[in-house]
């Protein structure tokens, strides 16, 4: 909706204000149960908070939320979409498979989602327990936790519409190679300050990357089936959760936390290899493509 609202020359930012709020709102929350842990337990306390959250969102999205239905119809006109020619996906089958495997920018964008939330879910289940390893305490590794979402929130109020001004490749590739400094870091770290330096690190990848990817999905899709695209890139990049946790995992008890941390790494590197191999610069297609 809000790609639609600002329009094509503000997509990046769209998403950077998109996502900003959403994972500055997962580092307050994570330095608020951290707070409410420390000063009364663990279980149950910590989680009222989000009961709040989810009634608040309810309530806002009923009482203020309008559809962006006149929006996207002005933005068809104005891309002679009512006489585009075939070749348009008109199923949802059609808009699946193009985003994901055949065309070669939507399917490299969709790589790079799933390459960056699988590093994000192998951040979540394995950082806690390397930091704790090292010999941090509840506060310092939830303090970490904060860092790292707190520096991706931020630095996307920037890099969204620093996308609109320079393009979408180069910074979703760099952002990718960011993030597997930054996990090297951490994975060679033994102190409070380096884990924080590679938190900072993975954090700024992930704003180059996160509101980036959406920008460039709005660039190449057209408004009757933009939606559609943005749910299957929504579905990959959703999933990159559960395929690291259990990558995360699996490696974990194979070869030990430091071993599974690096292969992480190095699949986060690969994307970043496949995106400038594969995919093309889709800022000048935001008028014009089909």
């Not at 094509?8 to 994972?23: H, I, Q, V």
């Not at 193009?98 to 979540?124: C, E, K, P, Y």
């Not at 890139?233 to 690291?244: E, I, K, M, P, S």
Request: a positive charge; aromatic letters at 10%.
């Amino acid at each position: 909706m809000k790609i639609d609202l600002l329009g094509p020359r503000n997509r990046g930012l769209a998403m950077g204000l998109n996502e900003f709020s959403g994972y500055l709102a997962v580092a307050l929350s994570a330095l608020a149960t951290r707070w409410i842990a420390a000063r009364y337990s663990l279980r149950p306390e910590p989680f009222v908070p989000g009961v709040f959250f989810v009634a608040a969102g309810l309530g806002l999205s009923a009482l203020f939320v309008r559809d962006a239905t006149q929006q996207k119809s002005r933005e068809s006109i104005l891309r002679s979409e009512l006489a585009e020619q075939d070749g348009a996906p008109t199923r949802a089958r059609d808009v699946f498979w193009r985003t994901s495997l055949l065309d070669r920018n939507l399917s490299s964008i969709s790589q790079a989602g799933l390459v960056n939330n699988l590093n994000d879910g192998m951040a979540w289940g394995l950082f806690p327990l390397f930091f704790a390893a090292a010999g941090l305490n509840v506060s310092d590794i939830a303090a970490l936790a904060a860092i790292y979402p707190a520096t991706w929130g931020i630095v996307q109020l920037f890099t969204g519409t620093l996308s609109d001004r320079i393009g979408r490749k180069g910074l979703i590739a760099g952002g990718m190679w960011c993030q597997a400094v930054g996990i090297g870091a951490i994975t060679e770290g033994h102190r409070f300050a380096v884990f924080a330096v590679g938190g900072i690190l993975l954090g700024v990848g992930t704003a180059m990357v996160y509101p980036t990817l959406l920008a460039a999905i709005g660039d190449v899709a057209r408004p009757s089936w933009r939606a559609s695209a943005v749910g299957v890139y929504r579905l990959w990049r959703g999933l990159g959760y559960a395929v690291g946790a259990l990558l995360a995992g699996v490696t974990a008890d194979a070869f030990g936390m430091r071993a599974a941390m690096w292969i992480v790494a190095l699949l986060t590197f690969a994307s970043g290899i496949v995106v400038i191999v594969r995919m093309s610069e889709t800022l000048a297609m935001r008028g014009t493509r089909v």
